[in-house]
């Protein structure tokens, strides 16, 4: 028998990656041809950001760098830039996750926004280095603000619909997570 423990880190696992499939598929589609006013939150970054801070064994590196670099493929961005900006920001949240279990939301969601603003520069930065075209200021900064508010909605989504539990918290059944 397969230990239970084993499976259930399996299945969130793949359905990480089946959620990041869906999201891409759904960013993918032509759903308009008109451009967007409002540039749509990262939902793929809040994804992963509020796994790792709850379950960092859910989210292996590996399975982060590869949806990201599949993401920069399909959505023609420098091939594995974002996913490596991407790897260095989630795992300095990985290390920093066993700490901030105790801290209240506003000091988590304080945090994903300095790691994903830091992370933004990151990239623009060496976009800017090496003299590749990139979007506007503000589009990115739109975008950056749209991910940030989308944080919490993921968090709860996370939380209530997949029943994503960091390891310390007290289920329903009164067992721990």
Known sequence: ???????RRWSYRALFVALAAALLFVRLLPL??????????????CITFAWVLRRPDFVPALAIV???LIEDMLAMRPPGLWA???????EFLRDRASAMRGLPFLAEWATVT???????????TILALVVV????LGLTLLQFVTTVLAYPLV???SHLALGLRAPSEIDGMGSRA
């Open 1 to 7: 028998m397969i230990d239970p423990v084993t499976t």
């Open 32 to 45: 308009s041809t008109l451009p967007a006013q409002i540039p749509g939150p990262d939902l793929m970054l």
């Open 66 to 68: 590869a949806v990201f």
């Open 84 to 90: 490596m900006v991407v790897l260095l920001g989630s």
């Open 114 to 124: 300095a790691v994903m603003a830091l992370m933004l520069l990151a990239n623009r």
């Open 133 to 136: 075209p990139q979007t506007g």
């Open 155 to 157: 968090v709860a989504a």
